[in-house]
């Protein structure tokens, strides 16, 4: 059979796809936005077999998964790491109610933060939901893995967690695929308490939930991703989990002299770490992301087991692995640092010359200016987080999606004259709504921008929940109509947007500002698909 | 077999058109092919690259090791210096000649110039003036793709066929025009190879 050349991400899609899937529920988010628009573009999707729509947000995908898996069918839910928080609540509960049809929680870590706040390890979330998760090393290890997975869910009558990273996600390989499954029929839990989350019901099945560990311990030590590779040179055990596991082969390529235990599927096989534990003097332990496994096997007083890994210093504690950070772990001659010339620069990222970002920031940093330290401008999550860096300078704060309305409430609540707030037109309606409501309740004096490119533009130009809405959410949300403006981001319009800026900054309640012209990226594609 | 290539230019120039034929080539020898690409915040004009690795045994990392790349293939020459530390002894890079100049500090051609000098295996050329000569500025990818197919490891004529594989749907005429582009970059390279 002919192997297809896929990303991580469509060798997810694919196999869900393949495994019978009937809907995928997301907010996009970098690296895992590949997943549905790979889903979108497929014939059953494209054909209405199967549900691809972008989510609002992270918790409207997962609660939407949950409703298709409650009614029997398969569903999967993709977002980045920082997604998983937007979610817990029903991410976490959604393991104390159980699925009927097999539900994945696609999770994609971001180590190094190439498009990023944090580098959290999700692999954390799964263990606090007390789930199963699974984790790659390979294209082909996530094919099989998303198509096992439905099954493993539908088994326990759990959520599955699949756990990738950057890396894996936007690397293409060969993939071989497997037969196509039907989906499923609609169908319905005989245990009407089984998703009434009340402490009587829940409390029953939270103790299910404990009871059901032992038999995810004994699946995963059974499991073919979890697999014990012998090794003559017993001085050192190596534990390696999902795509850190190439960064060791990559080192040893006649073969590994050390005993190792490659991890794909968690809770940990504890039979088979025993076993290594028991053979071999020490060991060490490779793992992309946080020091989960390393920190299990050490345990706090760390008795009895000499363990190397991110936490002593064996590897670095923060940041993405690769090959020469592991080889020169293990004492090979690896190259540290390559040779730059001087007269190299860095080159940032930056706002496409056109965009309607720019316009914005032109005109707002006038009016900022003016006010000197009475005026802080906090931003969001998109695009426009670029206007922190020359030449514009326009931004104090960037923490996570929808803060930028709330932090300048909650500074002016503390005195300052007048906060800005930044956002884009996605970001606004994936988390901004709740923010706006909170400040008009309170008529705080902030100045809101909706910097509207009518897309969400970051993650490449995907469709936007708020387009063609915002003024009515506005509206409906109680800002005054006299303080909401609609404006044309355009050269020629500098002056009427400094002066409605300037004019709305020293209103002492919620103005909106919604600066409008769409991405310059998407209208090029636009056109070029009308040619 | 293996060859390691890192591909590299500013966002929006388009490496991954690059790489996507090299791999359709590349599979349909029955080759194994890892490529990890770069999605998301840094395609906003920042620099990009791209590991491209190929070999007819399977490969474990997506990354390519510091010191082990034998090609570099660069759509910008200061992207181009930025990796050319990666090669290995034997190590080729391929660059265009034309800077997208989009930063304050970027270097004189005379710095560039002589950066360039000191290496040794290099072919550079401006694939923008031959793409325009051959009627499209959209094939300067593939005229870069020419250029550096002497180093790729794959036989010219399974790039070829990858080239109408990938741009069989859009017409004959675009195929065509992609075959010349690969052909007039090949050109280039035999000659400074040769030298």
New interface residues.
């Given amino acids: 059979m002919e192997k297809l050349l896929l990303l991580g991400d469509e060798a997810i899609a694919q196999a869900a796809l393949d495994a019978g899937l009937s809907g995928v529920y997301a907010y996009p988010g970098t690296p895992s936005t590949e997943i549905t628009e790979y889903i979108q573009a497929s014939h059953k999707a494209t054909g209405g077999q199967i549900h691809s729509h972008w989510s609002s947000n992270e918790k409207t995908a997962m609660e939407a998964a949950l409703g298709m898996s409650f009614a029997g069918k398969r569903s999967m839910v993709c977002m980045k790491h920082v997604g998983v928080n937007v979610c817990a609540d029903a991410f976490i509960n959604a393991a104390i109610t159980g699925v009927i049809g097999g539900l994945i929680v696609v999770a994609a870590d971001d180590p190094s933060m190439h498009s990023s706040q944090n580098e959290q390890d999700s692999r954390f979330y799964g263990n606090f939901a007390m789930i199963p998760i699974l984790e790659p090393s390979n294209q082909q290890e996530a094919y099989d893995m998303v198509y096992k997975a439905f099954d493993l869910s539908e088994a326990f009558g759990i959520p599955v967690m699949l756990r990738i990273t950057t890396r894996l996600a936007h690397s293409r390989a060969g993939v071989a695929c497997r037969p196509e499954k039907a989906q499923n029929t609609l169908h319905y839990s005989t245990n009407p308490k089984q998703f009434v989350l009340l402490p009587v019901n829940a409390r029953i099945n939270y103790n299910r939930l404990l009871a059901s560990q032992e038999i995810f311990v004994k699946d995963s030590e059974g499991s073919s991703f979890n697999t014990f590779i012998k090794g003559k040179d017993t001085s050192k055990g190596i534990v390696a989990s999902g795509i850190a596991y190439n960064y060791l082969m990559e080192n040893f390529p006649d073969g590994c002299p050390y005993p190792i235990v490659k991890i794909g599927q968690y809770p940990l096989p504890v039979t088979l770490l025993n076993k290594l534990a028991r053979e071999c003097d020490e060991l060490i332990v490779i793992e992309e992301g946080y020091p989960l496994i390393e920190d299990s096997l050490r345990g706090l007083l760390g008795l009895g087991l000499t363990v190397h890994g991110r936490q002593d210093g064996f590897f670095p504690r923060a940041g993405e692995l690769n090959p020469d950070i592991v080889g020169k772990a293990f004492g090979l001659s690896v190259i540290e640092q390559t040779i730059v010339p001087d007269i190299v620069k860095m080159r940032p990222p930056s706002l496409c010359t056109g965009c309607s970002h720019r316009d914005m920031f032109e005109a707002l940093n006038v009016a900022y200016s003016e006010k000197g330290e009475a005026s802080k401008i906090f931003g969001d999550i998109g695009c426009y987080t670029l206007g922190y860096l020359p030449p514009y300078r326009a931004m104090h704060t960037c923490v996570d999606m929808g803060a930028s309305i709330t932090m300048a409430k909650g500074a002016a609540d503390a005195g300052l004259k007048y906060p800005i707030a930044v956002i884009g037109d996605s970001t606004f309606t994936h988390s901004g709504m709740t923010s706006l409501l909170d400040a008009i309740n309170e008529q705080s004096p902030i100045t809101v921008i909706i910097s509207d490119n009518e897309t969400t533009g970051m993650t490449g130009g995907q469709d936007s929940a708020g387009t063609g809405k915002l003024e009515s959410i506005c509206l409906g949300l109680g800002v005054s109509p006299a303080h909401l403006h609609v404006l044309v981001p355009l050269k020629k319009n500098h002056e009427e947007m400094v002066s409605i800026i300037r004019e709305e900054m020293e209103y002492r309640g919620v103005s909106v500002i919604i600066p409008r012209r769409e991405c310059i990226q998407t209208l090029a594609r636009k056109k070029k698909k009308q040619q | 077999m293996k060859t390691d290539i890192i591909l590299s230019g500013?966002?929006g120039q388009g490496i991954l058109s690059i790489?996507a034929v090299i791999?359709?080539a590349a599979?349909h020898q029955q080759l194994?092919?890892?490529?990890?690409?770069?999605?998301?915040?840094?395609?906003?004009?920042?620099?990009v690259q791209s590991n491209l690795r190929i070999s007819d045994k399977p490969?474990?990392?997506?990354?390519?090791?510091?010191?082990k790349a034998d090609l570099v293939i660069s759509l910008e020459p200061?992207?181009g210096?930025?990796?050319a530390?990666?090669l290995n002894e034997k190590g080729w890079l391929v660059t265009n000649s034309i800077p997208v100049v989009?930063?304050p500090?970027?270097?004189s051609d005379k710095?560039?110039k002589t950066?360039l000098d000191?290496i040794s295996n290099k072919v550079v050329l401006d694939v923008d003036d031959m793409a325009k000569e051959l009627g499209s500025t959209r094939v300067s990818n593939i005229v870069m793709l020419g250029a550096a197919s002497p180093f790729i490891g794959i036989d010219y004529t399974a790039i070829e066929n990858g080239i109408r594989r990938i741009f069989g749907r859009k017409g004959e005429e675009i195929v065509n025009l992609n075959l010349k582009a690969l052909a007039a970059g090949k050109a280039v390279a035999d000659n400074m190879k040769s030298r």
């Fill in positions: 500013v966002g790489a791999g359709e599979v194994y092919m890892k490529q990890a690409e770069v999605h998301g915040m840094s395609q906003r004009g920042g620099d490969i474990y990392s997506d990354l390519i090791s510091r010191g200061m992207e210096l930025r990796y530390g990666w989009n930063i500090d970027y270097p710095e560039l950066a000191k």
